[in-house]
């Protein structure tokens, strides 16, 4: 396949004019060695939008998107790549050349292909193994109660694992993969003796795949009550990001753009249940919150999204998150609480329950009406401790919506309900509101310099305290590369959040510069453009380098010896507190030096 060649990718970047391609969409102004302006992706009136006319990059530190001017002609134009790039070229005079592929890509291509070969041949046996094998009576059984038919089951790919330790490393060693292959791919992990064995046993299996139908990784329910986590996932893969993924989108894509609406549902059962029921448009979550990865996946093919799931599992910070997410691209998220002590297979299962589960889909409410109606209902308004605690809860929510007419009804509603003046619960949003200063403080997370218009710490305030400690980290990581490469070896999942630790991995691989060739993945684009931005223009320094580690690496402690504690190992827990008790003193040290 001709590609357009690397060289010309990069004269299309550096003719390309980012401010002047992004100011057709959004007015900016210059602020220091930025632009600024409305975000063009999210609803706001206070601008956390910018852009980096040098580094050519831009990120909105409210919604959390960025990449480069291709990326934004993309996503604002709705093209593809290179459609992107034949239009920016285009505009600018830039002439395109053309080459043949990199042999090292294809054969990156060639081993991917392999290893999603070997996802979709143990996919087939484990389908096979449900069907044919004696020791899977018992799944059989149990999808059978579940009221779900062979047709559906066979059509979704649900299979059983062995309960044999080496089943699948056997069969895959024997059809030429490697065991790191079969480790890559999550399907074999390696026990504390170092040797190597079946990641899952015993469990009816879930083929996760994506939107196209490929393979990505697995979900397993265990069959007996002895088996510890009755729902095992395969763990992070170069393929398989859970937080992205959304179990049986490939099924539900065409309903979904019919309806122009996904239901997202909480277990793999209730997507097969519904699926068969007539609900085509189900698709469920890996875990208990939404992410806002996940909403970016729907969007484009949907307008609105509907949850049914358990209303009191939901994560609120994870909720605000795809919330804002949702308003970005001009979704509406909705929730349907499912009532007490049902779920949608349940109720799909009875006479007449595709009906009621419908029904209950139709009424849907609008999540931050539903947070705050959460909020409220469990509130004791004779209470002014109570009253001011639930005002304190409802802020977060209400900020988030930006200012909308739909925030204007919640704040007149909440003022209503807890007996107070609309003014002072528009006071406490405002208060709540990320660029007016929440309640963390908005001292620049590079320890410099304090710009609140422009620092994350300011822009999301759902970002954590360690969030922000490790985007410092990172971005003084290419600020200061040298250092940098040190700390980026020393960094694990111990110290780093998931998308953190993709940044970092991205950052070792890409050391000279991380925002050259953006990643294929929205998430980890916007992450890297802001850390190259904070790393423009925030100091960094050693010291600070060292204080941020040293402080993710205490949280590193702090867990394990939690951990400890729960396996009632002492000994090891005694270690743990010496050690950080010496650490606590390296910190006091540092900062000492550092102010
Ligand atoms: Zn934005």
């Known amino acids: ?353 595709a009906e009621r589960f419908r029904t209950l889909i139709a009424g849907a409410v609008e999540l931050n009406a539903f947070q705050v109606g959460l909020v409220l209902d469990g509130t004791d308004v004779a209470s002014p401790a109570e009253r001011d605690r639930a005002l304190g809860e409802v802020a977060p929510v209400l900020a988030a919506m930006g200012e909308t007419a739909s925030r204007d009804d919640l704040v007149r509603q909440v003022a209503e309900r807890l007996d107070l003046e609309p003014a002072m619960v528009m006071g406490r949003v405002v208060a709540a509101t990320p660029t007016s200063g929440g309640p963390e403080p908005t001292r620049s997370p590079l320890g410099g310099r304090s710009d609140a218009s422009l620092s994350p710490a300011a822009g999301r305030p759902e970002l954590t305290s360690r969030e922000r400690r490790e985007r410092a980290l990172l971005a003084m990581c290419i600020a200061l590369p040298a250092e940098g490469g040190e700390y980026l070896a020393r960094l694990t999942d111990a110290h780093l959040s998931p998308t953190g630790l993709r940044a970092a991995a991205w950052l070792r691989e890409n050391p000279e510069d991380p925002a050259s060739n953006l990643p294929h993945d929205d998430e980890l684009t916007g992450l890297v453009t802001e850390l190259v931005m904070l790393a423009h223009d925030e100091p960094a320094s050693k010291e600070s380098m060292e204080l941020n580690f040293l402080l993710l690496d205490q949280r590193r402690i702090e867990h394990e010896i939690a951990a400890a504690g729960e396996r009632d190992d002492y000994e090891r827990r005694a270690a743990l507190s010496r050690e950080r008790a010496a650490l606590v003193e390296r910190i006091a040290r540092t900062q000492r030096v550092e102010s």
């Not at 480069?68 to 790549?81: A, H, P, Q, S």
């Not at 999603?116 to 096979?128: G, I």
């Not at 209730?270 to 699926?275: F, I, N, S, T, Y």
Request: charged share 30%; with cysteine.
């Open 1 to 353: 396949m001709a590609l357009i060649s690397p060289e010309s990718l990069d004269r299309v970047k550096q003719t390309a004019d980012i401010v002047e391609v992004v100011s057709a969409h959004t007015d900016l102004r210059r602020q220091g060695a930025r632009w600024v302006g409305l975000c063009p992706f999210h609803e706001e009136r206070t601008p956390s939008f910018s852009v980096d006319a040098q580094e050519k990059l831009y990120h909105c530190f409210g919604c959390g998107v960025g990449g480069d001017v291709i990326k934004f002609v993309e996503e604002k134009d709705g093209l593809g790549f290179a459609e992107a790039v034949e239009l920016l070229a285009d505009r600018y005079g830039v002439e395109l050349e053309r080459e043949q592929e990199d042999p090292r890509a294809e054969a990156r291509r060639q081993q991917r292909r392999r290893l999603e070969q070997l996802l979709e041949r143990t996919a087939a046996f484990y389908s096979s193994y449900l069907w044919e094998s004696k020791e899977a009576g018992k799944a059989r059984e149990y999808l059978a109660e579940r009221g779900l038919g062979e047709e559906v089951l066979r059509e979704f790919g649900v299979g059983y694992a062995p309960s044999a330790w080496d089943k699948i490393l056997v069969r895959g060693q024997r059809a030429g993969f490697s065991v790191e292959e079969l480790r890559g791919v999550g399907l074999v992990q390696r026990g504390r003796g170092g040797g190597e064995y079946d990641r899952f046993r015993s469990r009816i299996m879930f083929p996760i795949r994506d939107r196209r139908g490929r393979t990505l990784g697995f979900g397993g329910r265990a069959m007996r009550a002895d088996q510890g986590a009755k729902y095992v996932n395969t763990a992070e893969t170069d393929f398989f990001h859970k937080s992205q993924l959304l179990y049986g989108v490939d099924k539900a894509k065409a309903a979904i753009a019919k309806a122009t609406r996904a239901v997202v549902v909480e277990g793999y059962t209730d997507v097969l249940a519904l699926h068969q029921a007539g609900v085509e448009e189900a698709v469920a979550v890996m875990g208990t919150a939404i992410t806002g990865e996940q909403v970016a996946t729907l969007s484009g093919m949907v307008e609105e999204v509907v949850l049914a799931l358990d209303a009191d599992s939901a994560g609120q910070e994870a909720m605000l998150r795809a919330q804002r997410v949702a308003a970005g691209r001009k979704m509406r998220l909705r929730v349907a609480a499912m009532p007490p002590g049902e779920d949608p297979a349940e109720m799909v299962a009875e006479p007449e329950g």
